[in-house]
């Protein structure tokens, strides 16, 4: 198995711009969870689904981000319009069931300018 | 809700000496508790799991303990090479169909 595939693995825009990133989950997991990670705030849960459905979008910092699933083995998160303290390093992570191990892709570092 | 309370945040060892990393969390219907491993630039990484029905898990040199009554964790190195120098990450998954909540991590540096 290929595991979590994330893209792309780095990511560099300017203040304004739209951010697409793309998550591929593991072949017959059906949660898929999102993250971010910086310095400062560690490691943040952003958004998860199970079986394609958002569960929880708490952790979404504004309006600006967004979270889509629209099939088993898709997800993107959008950013629109970025900001520069949106720089961090995004995971997707996917698992079983939702409340079972965690496997996590190998991230998106964003940095906007 | 859930929360993991994790200590140290930071530890320094010297090659050879071992390594305790502790965790407590306050949801006593929590049943599962893994620990992931995060070296620089590089995605959290699962190491050793433990559920709520073992007290202790060994993997070569890495050990997990739990005492379910004072709900706490640990997490335990023992031979420190300079390879395990990593941010530590445990984990817990709560009652109800809710995903895991994680520590803050710990920062491990191994000294050669």
């Known amino acids: 198995d290929a595991g979590v595939i994330q893209s792309p693995r780095h990511e560099v825009t300017e203040m304004g711009q739209e951010v697409t990133l793309r998550c591929k989950p593991i072949s017959g997991h059906n949660s898929l969870f999102w993250y971010r990670q910086t310095m400062m705030r560690g490691l943040e849960l952003l958004i998860y689904f199970n079986n394609n459905v958002p569960i929880d979008d708490s952790g979404m910092p504004e309006d600006r981000f967004s979270a889509k699933m629209p099939n088993a083995s898709f997800s993107t998160l959008k950013i629109q319009p970025s900001e520069p303290r949106d720089s961090a390093v995004y995971f997707c992570a996917s698992s079983y069931q939702g409340t079972d191990t965690q496997y996590f892709g190998p991230g998106t570092r964003l940095t906007v300018l | 809700g859930e929360n993991v309370e994790q200590h140290p945040s930071t530890l320094s060892v010297q090659e050879g000496d071992s390594a305790v990393i502790k965790c407590t969390y306050s949801?006593?219907?929590?049943?599962?508790f893994p620990w992931y491993k995060q070296e620089l630039g590089k995605r959290p990484q699962l190491i050793i799991d433990?559920?709520?029905?073992?007290g202790e898990k060994k993997d070569q040199r890495i050990a997990v303990t739990l005492n379910k009554t004072a709900k706490h964790f640990s997490l335990h190195i023992t031979e420190t090479q300079p390879e395990d120098s990593a941010v530590y990450f445990c984990a817990a998954i709560p009652s109800g169909n809710t995903p895991l909540v994680f520590g803050k991590g710990t920062r491990l540096s191994v000294i050669a």
């Open positions: 949801d006593s219907a929590s049943n599962y």
């Open positions: 433990i559920r709520s029905n073992v």
